[in-house]
Structure formats: C-alpha cells, structure tokens
C-alpha cells in the first residue's frame, strides 16, 4: 500500500488522540510501516486538538503531511482548518451532530456520521470517536473492521482500560453500518 | 431574552458587576474554572480602582497565564520561568516610579526560581507579587511541584507525592516571613465571593504599600486546577477548602508596615 | 530485542536508558520532553536502586547528574532548548571533569521562550560548546523514533568509554511523534565495567577526586592537552553517518535528524522527476563526518544544507568540503518544518 | 419586576457551573447548546429571581457575566 | 627544644591531641586565623571517630576552601559554585549507602546556590551539610553575601550594607527550619575551645542522623574571615562573639527525629 | 576625553559604562572580574539614578538585565567564563526580545572551573550563540585597555540602535593590566534616543510587551526573519578589524584580543629576521570581518590563527578564506598567555 | 616536672595568636623569626607551665600543635 | 627608551602591588608608554603576590615578560623563581633582610638592600617596598628619584592615602642612597 495519511481532529475531549493512535496500532499490528504525530501545546487548554496518523508499506519519509489522503473532523473549525486540503478524492468523515453547514471545493468523498447521535444510542457520550473510525473504516477500506477492533483492544489494553473495549467495539461497528448509508461526494 | 428587551429592563438598572477597564477584549485561554481567571480579573480590577493603570507594568512569565499580555491592558514584560522577580526587581530599580507587579505559578515562584524569589524579598523589593499556588505545573501537563501535596497524584507522582522521595509541600509564605524583607504576606483563596472580596482587599493593600514606598508584598493564592486535579471546578473548589487549605492555612502570615 | 512497540519518541527514549542501565534520572518538566519525565517517574521506581528525581531546575538536575555520575552510575537529565542552556555550565563541568552522562535535548522553536514546535537551531550550542571553554560533547542526532532508543542505548556506552557527556539532540517531532520500536534488551547493571576513578568512598584505596579545577596554568593546559587528545581519538573511531544514493546524486543533500527522513520524501519525488539526490545525514554532528562528506562532494557541484534553523550546521559542510563546490542552505524556522516538496525546489534550482 | 438582572456573554461562557453553584437565586442553569469554542454554555433560566447580589460575576473565571441592580428609592 | 628531648619528655604522655587521620598532610592555604581550618579539622575528627573515612564523600565547591579535595584523605567531588546541595543528592541518591556531606560557604549556600539549598532542605535529603557563613564572599574578594551584617563594609558595600538597597542579612537555618524537610538545624561557632567542643559534637550528630537514615541535617558555622574583615585574628573572633551572634544567635534551631 | 588615568581594564569599563549613560548595573562577584561590580558599588550610587545591585547569582543579574533593559534605560552585566554559561538562557531571552544591553565576559581558563587565568575559549560562545535558537549578539574584542574603555563605550549604542545584546569579549589579562585610558566624555542621558517600544506604563498609548514568545510556528518563523534580517544589517554596517603591515606580508596572521597585542611584539621580532608578519585584527568577533580577510588571504599562501583555545576563530578564518590557503593554527590553553618568541616559531614554519 | 607538652610544626604555623591567647598558661610566645612561608610563627615560651589542656590545638586553625598529656597514675 | 619591564614579587603585605603601579605610574607621567599586570587569584591567600610593570616609549606589545629586564624581590621565593630568568646585565634588587643565600648564573646587577632594617630605621615597617624601589630607581637609572616620588605622590593621593607621602617619600630616598653602596656584580 501506498503511504495513506489521516488528520484526526476536534475539541479536546472528543477522543481526537486515541483515535489516530488506533490506526497507527492496527497498522503496525498489520505489518505496515506507520506513524502518528500529534498536535501539542498551550493551544490544548480548552482548545482544539489533532493529529496525523500515516500507514504504509514502504518506509515513511515526513510523518507531517500539507495534503491528506482522509480526515476525521469533529467540528466545524476542524473541518474548515483541513478540509481544504484534503487530497482529491479522499475521504472525509465528518461529525453531522455538530456540523451542518459546509462546503467544499475538491472531490470528495464526504462520509456524513451524527457520531453525537449514534453515541448516545449506544449511552455513552465518550465513544463518538470510535463511532467516527467505524465510518473511517468503511470509507476508505484501508484498514478492516476487524482488524480496527483488535487495534482498538490492544490499544485499551495497553494503558490499563480493558473495561471500555466492548463498548467501543460496538461503536466501531455503529460507525461502520451507517456509513454504509452516509458515503456521499462533495460538495453536499 | 432580546437585545432590546435587556435594555428595557436595565434602564432603571446599574451596572454594579462589569469587566475591569485593565483587561482586554480577550477571551482567556485558561480551562473551564481555572481561578487564575478570576485572579487576573481580580488584579485589574485592583489597578482600575487604584488609578495605576498607565503607570503599571506586570512582569508574567510562562505557564498557563502565558497570555497575561494579551488579557491586560497594560505594559507587560514576559521573563523567562522563574526569574520573575528578579526581572521586576530590574524593572523597578531602572524605573522606581512605576508601579510594578510580578505573576508567577508556583513552579516558577517555588521551584525553579525559589532563589530569585527568596533574594527579591530578603532584600524587600518594592514589588508586588502575586504567586499562583495550583500544587502542580498547569501548563506543561500536570507535574508535581514542590507545593504538590503528599499523597497527590500528578503525571510525575504517578503513585502520589510521598515525603520520603519528594519532599514536604513547601511553605513558601511561611518560609519568606522568617526574613526580615517582606512588608506583607498573605495567603488567599478565590472559590467564593467572600474569599473573592477579601483577595481583592489584599491585592490592593499590597499595591498600596508598594506606591508608598513600603517594600515587598507577597500574596499567594491558593487556585484551582480542575483540569489537571481531574477534577469539574465544583469538586476542585471543594478541594481547596478541604485539603489544601489544611496544608496552607488562609490568611495574613506578617503585615509589617 | 524482539518486542516491537508503538511508542512516543520521548519514551522510547526513556526506556531506551532504563534498558541500557541508567538507574538515576533527573529531570525538571518542560514541552515538548515532558512524557520523557513521565514515563521515568512511572518506571524508574519499578526498578532496583532505581531513581527519578524531579528536580527544582534544570540547574539543579544537571548538579545532581553530576553528583550521580561521580559515583560512576549511569544517569541521565532530558530538557529541551531553554532548560538545555540553563544547563550550560554544568555541561562544562562535566565535560571538564570527564564524567559521563547522557543529556537529551528535545529541541524547540527559539531564541527565547520561541515555542514548543520542533527546530533544530540548537545545533551550535550542541556541538561547538554552548558553554565555556574548549570542550566537546559527543552530539548523537536520530532521525527516527526507532534510532531514538537505539542512540540512547548507545550514548551510555559511549558516555563510559570516554569519559564523556553525550548529548542526544533531537526535536520535538521525534519527541512527540509514535513509531513502531524494537526495544535493546536490558543490560544487567552489575555486568557494567568498573569505574575505578569514581568516588566511592576509598574502601582502602587512595581518594579519588572529582573537579575540573586545576590553579596553574600549565597544569589546566595539560588537561586541556589531554582532552584534545581524547577529542581526536573520538573523531577518529565514532564518526557516523548515512549515505543515500550517494553514487551518482545530481545534488547531494545534507541534513539531519527529522529534516534527514523529510529529505527521504523529497528524493521519492525528485526520483519522479528524473532527478538523483542523494542524502548524506551526519549521525554524530560532533565528531562532524566531514572526511566523508569531503569525499562524497566530489562526484557532485551542489551540495545543499537544509535545516530547521538559520543556517548552522552549514558551517561544519562548507568547512569540510573544498571552496569552489556551491554549498547553499535553505532552512525553516520557528517550528516550521520543511515541506518535502519545497525541499524539492530548492534541489531543482542545483540541476 | 426583578431587582437584578445579569447579561452572560456567552461565547465567552466555558460552561464551569462555578455561577450555577453559586446564586443564591438559582437564576443560571446550563443551556442545550454549545458555543463556537465547543462549550455548553450557561443562560438565566429564572431572570425574575435575580437579585443582583453579583456573587455569579465574581466567581466567574471567564469574566462573563455583567451584573445589574435596580437602585433604590433616590438613588 | 631539641628532637630528642621531646621524645624523651613525651615517653610518659600521651597524645591528646593530634591531627586527624582523615585529613591529609597538607598544609591549608587558608589565611592566619581563618575559622574554615577548625572547621575542617572537626570534620575530619569526627569522620574518624565514626569510622566512616572509607564511606564518605564529600562535595566542596569554589570558595576559600576549593582545596578541601586535597587536605582531606577521602574521596571528594567539587561541584560548580552554589551547585552543592544538588551535586550531593545526585550523588546520595545514587549512592545511598555512602555518607554524603556538602561542604558550602554563604555565598555558596545562601545566595546562588539558595534554590538547590532550599529544596535538599525541603525534600529531606539524606545528607549532611555544612554551612560556613563568614558574611562575605571570602575568596573573590570580600564581597558582600546575603549573610552580611547591616553597616558592615564590604569591597561590594564600601559604605557598608544598607537594609534599604541590599535587603538584610539572611537567616538560612531559620529560614529553613520553616520547612518541614529538615531533621536537625543547628547554628555553632569555633572561636573558643568550648564552642570547638560544642561544634564537634554536632557534627558527629548530623553524621549520625544520616547513616540512621534519618535525613537532612544543616549546620551553619559562624565563621572568621579576618582577612576581609580587616582584624587581627582576635579581633575576629571578639567581632563574632559581640557582633554577628547578636544577628545570628547560637544554637540547635530544630531537631526532630 | 582628555585627562588620562592609569586604569585596570576592569574599572576602565565600568566608568566607560558608567559614561555611556549606564545607571542599571546588575553582577555577581567572579575572578578576574570581581574589580568591575567594585567600581560600580563605589562609583553607581554617586549618579542620579544610579542603580549598582549584586545580584544573588549570575542569572539573577541577567535577569534584573532583562527588566532593566525592558524599561529602556540601558543597562549592563558582567561576568567571566562560569558565569556567562550561566546566563546563556537570560541572553537567548534578550536577543529573543530584542533588548538592547551590555555583557562583559572577562574569560578564564575553562572548561568547568578551570582557573582563573586569561583565556579566549569562549569565542564559539559568544559568537554561535551558547544559547538555544537562532541569535546573534554584537562581539566585540578589544585588545588593550584603552580599547576596552572605548568599546564599551560604543557598545551602548550599538545596542540601542539594533536593539540587541552586545557583548565585550576580553580576557584575564586585559581585566586585570593597567594601562593609561583617555575616558569618553560622559553622556547626557538625557540626551539618548526616546524607547517607544519600552514598557514604561501605556501613559494614553497601545500597550507595550516585551517577549520572545509566539505561539504559532508561521509567527515564530517571521520572527525569526526578522531577526536574520537585522543581522544581515548589522554585518553590512559594523564589521571592523585593525591591519597592520598587510600590504605585502610573508605571514598573515590572525588574533584578536590579548594575543593580537603579543603578536605586535612577534612582529617586532620577526622584522629583526627580516620576515614580514601581517596582523589581520577583527575587532568584531561577530559580525566576523570575513570579507576583508577573503581580500588579504590572496595575497599570501598561509594564514596562521593563534588563539588562547583550541581552536576556534581558526573556523571563521577557514570559512573566509579559499580552501588552497593554507590555514594552520597555534593555540594556548588553560590560562597559558602565548610568548611572542613562541609564535614566531610558528610563523617561520611558515616562511 | 610539666604536667603537659606541645609540640608546634613551625612550618605549618601563620601566626595566628589564637593559641597565645587561648592559652591559659602563657606558654606559647611569638618567635624572632619567620618560616618559609613568611609568617612570624609561634613557639612555647614557657613549656614547664605547660598542662596539656589541649586548648592551644583545639583552636589552631593550621592544625599545627600536638599536644601531650602525662598520664594519671594507674593509667 | 627600549621596552623595560621589572617584576615585583614577594609575600603579600609587603607592598608589592604598589610597587609595580608606582613604576607605571611614574612612567606614564613621563610620558612613556606603560602597562602593568599583577599575578592574581587565590595563590594569594596568605601566598606569594607579583606582578610586571613595562615602561616603553613605543607601543607595548605582550604585558607578559619571560625575561625582564629587572626583578625586585623581596624574599627568598620570589628571587628562586624570577631570579634566573632576569635578562643578561639586568638588575636584581633584592632584600637581604630576608635573604641571605643566593647565587645566580647569569651577569646581573645585583642590589642587596636591607630593606626590613632601613625600614625599621624609618619607623614603619611598611615602606620596605618604597626603599627597595629606590634603589631600583639608582640601579636601572630608568626613571629618576624625583620622578618616582612625583609618581609615588600621585598614586597616593588617588587612593585618598595622602597621609603616607612623606614617610614613604623618605624611603625611597633612603632605598636610593643606600643603593649607592650597595651595587654588586653577580654571582655573590
Ligand atoms: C527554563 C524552562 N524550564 C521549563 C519550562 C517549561 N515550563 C513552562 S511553564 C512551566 C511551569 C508551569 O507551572 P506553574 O509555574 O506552576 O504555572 P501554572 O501553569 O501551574 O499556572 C514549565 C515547567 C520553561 N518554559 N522554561
Ligand atoms: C558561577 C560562578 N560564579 C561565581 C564564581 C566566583 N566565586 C568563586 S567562590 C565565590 C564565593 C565565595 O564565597 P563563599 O561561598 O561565601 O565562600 P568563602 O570563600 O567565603 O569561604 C564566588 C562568587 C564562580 N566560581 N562560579
Ligand atoms: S491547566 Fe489548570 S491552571 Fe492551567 S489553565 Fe487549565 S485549569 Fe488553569
Ligand atoms: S446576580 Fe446574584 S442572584 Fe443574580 S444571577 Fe447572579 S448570583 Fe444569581
Ligand atoms: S461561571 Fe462563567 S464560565 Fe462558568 S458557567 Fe458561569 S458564566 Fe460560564
Ligand atoms: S579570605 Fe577569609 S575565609 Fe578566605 S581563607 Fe582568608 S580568612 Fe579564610
Ligand atoms: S596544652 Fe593547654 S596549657 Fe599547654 S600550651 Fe596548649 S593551651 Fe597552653
Ligand atoms: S594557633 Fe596555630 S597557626 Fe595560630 S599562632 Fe598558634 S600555632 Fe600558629
Ligand atoms: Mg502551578
Ligand atoms: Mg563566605
């Protein structure tokens, strides 16, 4: 595979870092070369958050990318900070709960989640992010669902949360089945 | 309610609670109820009251009130961490008619520049300070500072403070009134309106004794960290009143004028 | 080795010195190095005689590294670049008294405060001796998170057979960023030489002194004398370098660290385009690899420094390399870092 | 009619509860919404109750909140 | 009196006082009279009769004493000026086993190095420190240190110190015995064969409390520099006995173990 | 000017600082500096304003610089070797925040404590920037007494009119000779240039700050442009050196400071065995006067640096010059002052 | 017969006085001369006064005295 | 006049310091060229103080001598040490109070000054220095007994020590016309 990069970004709190962590820790888990660069500093206080995650097969050069190949935004400033420069026909997941309003230049593929919504359904506000991956997933078939759950759990594990991987599992598969209904191309 | 509405209805009203002229139009970047807000606040509320708003300069170095320039509408020098007193202790000695105040957390005021704090009060420095007790370092992520308490868990006490590895939360109030420098130390909370009104008396006293000549003031407040205490502000305020208030008793320590 | 693990560039640091036997480790909190404290506070203790101590200062931790190395135990402080120059004269004292001790500098954007993006604009302070007098440190520059933990591991040893601080000096990328790492095996403490110069107490021997303090003249000359000589043996045996498609470049590219693996973007683009870069990376900035380098830019007319500073390291190319090869430089600042494809530009202008 | 009344400014509200806590009136409670900055701010539920004791301005850290207080009689 | 008749006349004596085994034969290169002699003598006395020569090591920085590595016959790091406190916790901590002194005068120990000071005392480090506080930099000069008294003249206060424009003379013990790091704080002096006495005995105890693991002692010396303080060795010693006891009065300040 | 006095190097600058309008002196006592602070305890408090404080340590004194300075009145430190590591952080600060002040390094022999004697091996230092981030200070080198007066002098104005640290770089040696100095008349201070940009209380205007902080990598970057631009100026308009005898030397040699002095004595000597030494004297250390060394290195086969280091000005000399010059180097080192016999053994290697 | 003695290493002695005058037998005087290090040393003028107190070395600060006592019978 | 430069050297307490400032002093109110440079640092608790004065009516090249033209020496070590190294006919003042056993190799002018008895002749021990810098001051020729007082006065005063002129003003004659005797040949 070709280098695929992914910008994760949102509010503080909306699981922005553990979600590009999960796909650096699945594509390692799945053979490839991989990095995951976070976004650091005063602006967390209360801010927003991001980070890049790449994966590859082949050895990866920069671990910060000007032109992702996809983008996970929780919110409208994330959107509007690196929609734009989103690759052509890449992918974006964005969290309709709290953006409604949007447009875009390039071709897209905008994969539409209320994360919010499917989160509340599965009772517990915490799991957007990884109802937001489900559709990641899904979106630009890079890495399984599965192989996204066992990333997940190994991940959870490894800093002591176990307790949370059966909920987050279901909300990786929420994510993953509505997208399934939600993939449209820009400019919506 | 509607804009005209609220006009309607505040015609026969006054404004008795408002935004100090001495702050900016600038929303702080400190987390949902961190005190270092309401003490900043506090400050310029002190320095419009006082008059001293074209004649005061505020030294602030790094740490969550990284910002203090932007937020106050005075001149502000921003020192490295830790030498705030001593680069107030400059400004003060090249210019003695300014009125001038130093801002420091307490792994500036405490830890890394515990030795340029104790010398600018042994040697009673006409300056105001004003040290943000939080018992850890807001701003590079939650570490333990020497005021941290024992048993405090931060990201480098993992386990909580113990004294046998770390040490005692450090008095510093306590320690600088054993010197003959100090003109008034005084320690101060912010978690209720009343605390409120009696810190805000204390800002201007030290301010006033610095105008009149009278040496070093030292306030410390004890602040809320909600975010880095993993705490919602409520539950940080409570906190200060039940433990760390036990640790640094409130209230004037020397008053020497 | 074996285990492969994600991890942050600041940890796998860490680990990489529990592994290799540090056993004291001082630090005072700084961005972006802070997780290195964190995961020292948090392992270290699991360890026997293990110590992290959380210093009142940089000052103060540098002070303790030089009273733990006295002992001739491995230790260690981490900082980034203003908490790297308060530790200036400490540096020299070690570098003077000959201790060994391993420092690590999670470069920031400066002069000043700057802030807390990746730079590199420490380079000078690293190799040309931040502090007084004439010493030298041993400069050792990862490139990726994996040689992170392989550097630190090797510092230590380095730092022993010298006699000497070594300094990893990385930036804030590395320090921030995840990669898949292959931890070293851990060595067993007591397996470590000797230090028969360390104060241990006598025990029967004659004292031992540690100082960097000699009154006359001719007696700190020949000191200075000696650590010439030691500077010279250094050059000698550990220069370390990289060499990409160094056998026909059109234009051969220096950098190091993180600008090192950015360059690697750039010379897959530049391939696109028909154009051969090769990249020499110093790996040890001191000692500089200038015999090779000097070598290499014979078969080129361009050779192109880049770096995250003003143009630093450029000095010890243009020193190594005869006058009448091109030798530009073209650097980012203050925590920006160079795009691949503008690195491209820059290399396009050479062809 | 209310003798106080308070303005919160509310993309300046990060949503502490620190004011809800501290009206003795219990005039402020947290809204629906969320502001730009993400936060769920807070608005007057029960303006009639307010008295203008300005407890809620002061303990505000974001310097949210304007206080106003009818003034007595000659005043 | 010839070689010979010594011996003859000593046959029936016995020695009761001798230089001790721990110091070197070197002669000191401190000035006639100076008080860090008897100092070090004490020092190395009371290594000796605890039997620790073996165990020991000891940090000593810059100042009159920069030659202690050499006087004294056990093993000793010299750490940069102010730097001690620190150099002997890194070296304690990685050594626990071995007795760990830090040897400082008041330039050293309460003026650059206060921060390193402060924070060993407050952290309850397990070392022993000894503080020479002879109220001035001894060897750049006679320069004044935090510790000088008021109305003394330095070659840095030439028309005396001024509480005004350099502060007043700083009580380290007192200060940190605010703290509550510390296990024992004493202040002594060397000037007479009692107060010698006395002094010995203190520093056998610091030493004590450290190998039983008990933490951090400080004893300050009240200490002669007739040199720069322009006196005959008598006078000296009447200077410290009528003038800088007054300021800094003798004593155990705290013990707590 | 006018009446001439028999001064120390030490107490020459402090009256030439005091002279130059210099009322904020901050120090803290070090060999061979300790006379400078003694001046200026005596001499400070007889001024209006004048403000003499021995600060509690080294970084102390750079800091109460730092808020001095920020008010717009000029202001001044001095230290030697130890001490200016120490304040590396302070200076980074200052040229960060673009304060103008003065720093006075009276080197000793390093590295650590080293001794007390006269040494230059803090030149990378001063000149590369000991401390982090990308920053020039203003180097100047004076190689008498006299001179160190007058510099000291000029490096008040300097340093307001860029807005920059300067530092005087001497040795030992020049601290503590005496030598006759014709004083620069004193200033009016009120006559100095008006700091808008100072805090000073707003008094009606915007408010001022001084900081080296910017939060954003693109606003640290211009910044940092910024700074490169203005240093770009200051290469341009104050590079200087002293020649002598350079028209058509067998030799050229190249010293600063103390050991520019002693190699006038070696080219007395050698005139007397007819070989034509040519001295090449930069007494900006940085901006380095390459260019004018560039012009003269054609005319002759060999440049010979001496130095009281290892080596370290020889660097700037091989970056002036073309690689076919040959470029040896004699150094001294631990407070061992170079005999002018010694170097003219050196220089007849050459001849 | 003295009840104590001292011996005084010339050469390490710099003419302190301390041991004069903490002597209380005025045993030790100033020498005519000087050693090699320039100082005007010490020396026992009066050595049959001599009780081995000890004083004398206790307050050396050059570490210069051995002092001896003669022992009590029995001992 | 050629470059001629004298160490002062002796214990410290016995003027030497000044000495060596009265000789630049002196030279430059003749209107030489000057420098003087003392040895300094913590040798001189309770040790051995020097230092070098040059006077030059051109430029003054190293302030550090390997071979001066003249040493006043004032004991024992200073002479052991500076002694050999006083150029070919140089001239040696020394201090026969405290030095009574010498030999040099080379042919230097060598001037016995009984500096501590002249001194105790005057009444204060102090001015040994003064008598030894007249006989210098005979022996060198290089600056005249009046120049020298005229120097020594100056330097004094600028250190508010007035008070001392006269006596001191005798023992420079005293050392002057002592020195008249005194003058020998090497190696005694
Ligand atoms: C020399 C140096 N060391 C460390 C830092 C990193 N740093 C920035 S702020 C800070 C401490 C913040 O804690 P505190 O002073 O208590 O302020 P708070 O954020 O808690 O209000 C630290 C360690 C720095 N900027 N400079
Ligand atoms: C960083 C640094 N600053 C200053 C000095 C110079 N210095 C050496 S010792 C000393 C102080 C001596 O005073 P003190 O510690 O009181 O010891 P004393 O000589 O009086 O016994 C100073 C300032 C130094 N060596 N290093
Ligand atoms: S981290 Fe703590 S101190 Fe800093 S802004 Fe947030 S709550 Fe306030
Ligand atoms: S002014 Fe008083 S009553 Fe009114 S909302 Fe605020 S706290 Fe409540
Ligand atoms: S106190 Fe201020 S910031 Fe907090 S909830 Fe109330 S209005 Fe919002
Ligand atoms: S200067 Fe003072 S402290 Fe130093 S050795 Fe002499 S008398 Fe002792
Ligand atoms: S031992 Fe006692 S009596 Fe004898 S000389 Fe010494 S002080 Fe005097
Ligand atoms: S006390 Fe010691 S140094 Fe002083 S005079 Fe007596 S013997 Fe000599
Ligand atoms: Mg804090
Ligand atoms: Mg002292």
Avoid at chain 1, 16 to 25: D, F, N, P, Q, W
Avoid at chain 2, 33 to 50: F, S, T, W
């Amino acid at each position: 595979m070709d280098q695929y990069s992914t910008i994760v970004s949102g509010f503080g709190g909306q699981g922005v870092i553990l979600t590009g962590k999960i796909i650096a820790r699945t594509g390692m888990e799945e053979g490839l070369e991989v990095t995951w660069l976070p976004s650091y500093g005063p602006e967390m206080r209360g801010g927003t958050a991001n980070c890049t995650a790449i994966i590859s097969s082949k050895l990866i050069g920069s671990p910060v990318v000007k032109e992702p190949s996809s983008l996970i935004a929780f919110n409208k400033p994330s959107l509007d900070k690196f929609g734009p420069s989103v690759q052509q026909d890449g992918v974006i997941v964005l969290n309709s709960s709290l953006i409604d309003d949007f447009s875009l230049d390039k071709s897209h593929k905008v994969v539409l989640l209320p994360v919010n919504e499917l989160a509340k359904d599965l009772g517990n506000q915490k799991v957007i992010n990884m109802v937001a991956l489900g559709g990641w997933s899904k979106a630009t078939g890079k890495l399984s669902l599965s192989a996204l759950k066992k990333g997940m759990k190994l991940t959870l594990e490894e800093s002591g949360k176990e307790r949370f991987v059966d909920i987050n599992q279901k909300a990786l598969e929420k994510g993953y089945e509505t997208a399934k209904e939600g993939i449209k191309a820009s400019s919506v | 309610m509607s804009e005209e509405a609220v006009a309607e209805n505040t015609k026969e009203m006054k404004k008795v609670f408002d935004r100090p002229e001495s702050l900016n139009d600038q929303q702080f970047s400190y987390c949902p109820g961190c005190h270092h807000g309401v003490i900043n606040r506090l400050i310029a509320e002190a320095i419009d009251e006082l008059g001293i708003q074209d004649t005061t300069v505020g030294t602030a170095p790094v740490g969550c009130s990284v910002f203090l320039y932007k937020w106050f509408d005075i001149d502000v020098i921003q020192p490295a961490h830790g030498r705030v007193s001593a680069v107030a202790t400059g400004a003060k000695r090249a210019r003695p008619d300014l009125t001038v105040f130093a801002y420091q957390g307490d792994g500036d005021f405490a830890s890394i520049g515990t030795n340029n704090s104790t010398h600018a009060a042994n040697r009673g420095e006409n300056i105001t300070t004003f040290f943000i007790n939080n018992t850890l370092y807001g701003m590079t992520g939650g570490e333990m500072a020497p005021t941290t308490l024992i048993g405090q868990k931060t990201t480098t006490t993992p386990q909580g403070r113990t004294a046998k590895d770390y040490g005692y939360p450090i008095k510093m109030s306590e320690m600088l009134a054993e010197l003959d420098g100090p003109t008034y130390i005084t320690r101060q909370a912010v978690y209720d309106p009343k605390r409120i009104d009696k810190a805000r008396t204390a800002i201007k006293k030290a301010f006033r004794f610095q105008m009149e000549d009278e040496g070093y003031s030292l306030i410390e407040f004890l602040s809320a960290c909600p975010i880095n205490w993993g705490m919602d502000p409520v539950e940080a305020n409570e906190r200060i009143k039940k433990e760390v208030e036990e640790v640094y008793p409130l209230g004037d320590i020397i008053e020497r004028s | 080795m074996g285990e492969k693990k994600l991890m942050r560039g600041n940890e796998a640091i860490a680990e990489a010195a529990i592994r290799a036997g540090c056993r004291n480790y001082f630090a005072y909190p700084i961005t972006p190095q802070a997780e290195l404290l964190q995961w020292m506070a948090e392992h270290m203790p699991e360890k026997e005689n293990g110590t992290f101590l959380q210093a009142e200062s940089e000052i103060g931790a540098i002070s303790m590294v030089y009273g733990a190395a006295s002992t001739g135990e491995r230790t260690m402080t981490s900082s980034s670049s203003p908490g790297i120059s308060l530790k200036q004269e400490g540096i020299s004292y070690l570098a003077g008294s000959e201790l060994p001790a391993v420092i690590v500098n999670i470069m920031r954007g400066g002069p000043g405060v700057g802030n807390i993006q990746p730079a590199q604009a420490d380079y000078f302070q690293a190799t040309k001796g931040g502090g007084h007098g004439d010493y030298r440190l041993i400069v050792l520059a990862p490139s990726t998170v994996p040689e992170a933990a392989e550097l630190t591991f090797e510092a230590f040893n380095l730092a022993d057979e010298y006699r000497n601080p070594v300094i990893l000096l990385a930036d804030g990328m590395i320090g921030q960023m995840m990669e898949p790492v292959e931890l070293p095996s851990p060595v067993d403490t007591s397996d470590l030489q000797p230090k028969p110069w360390a104060t241990t107490g006598t025990d029967g021997r004659d004292s031992n002194t540690i100082r960097s303090f000699a009154m006359g003249a001719e007696a700190l000359k020949s000191i200075n004398r000696d650590l010439q000589g030691k500077y010279e043996n250094i050059k000698k045996a550990e220069t370390r370098y990289e060499e990409i498609g160094v056998d026909d470049p059109d234009v051969l590219l220096v950098a190091f660290g993180t600008v090192a693996r950015i360059a690697r973007t750039t010379r897959r683009l530049a391939e696109e385009q028909g154009i051969n870069l090769g990249i020499f990376r110093p790996i040890t900035l001191w000692p500089f690899p200038g015999d090779r380098l000097a070598e290499l830019s014979k078969k080129v007319d361009t050779v192109l420094t880049v770096e995250m500073n003003a143009g630093q390291m450029v000095e010890d190319v243009r020193l190594s390399v005869n006058s009448e090869i091109n030798t530009p430089f073209y650097g980012e600042q203050g925590g920006v870092v160079p795009d691949p494809g503008r690195i491209l530009q820059e290399v396009k202008k050479y062809v | 009619m209310p003798r106080g009344k308070i303005e919160i400014d509310i993309n300046r509200c990060k949503g502490c509860r620190l004011c809800i806590e501290t009206c003795p009136q219990d005039v402020i409670a947290f809204s629906d919404d969320f502001n730009s900055s993400g936060y769920n701010y807070v608005e007057t539920e029960n303006p009639e109750d307010c008295i203008g004791c300005g407890f809620c301005g002061k303990v505000c850290p974001d310097v949210a909140i304007t206080v106003y207080k009818r003034q007595k009689e000659g005043v």
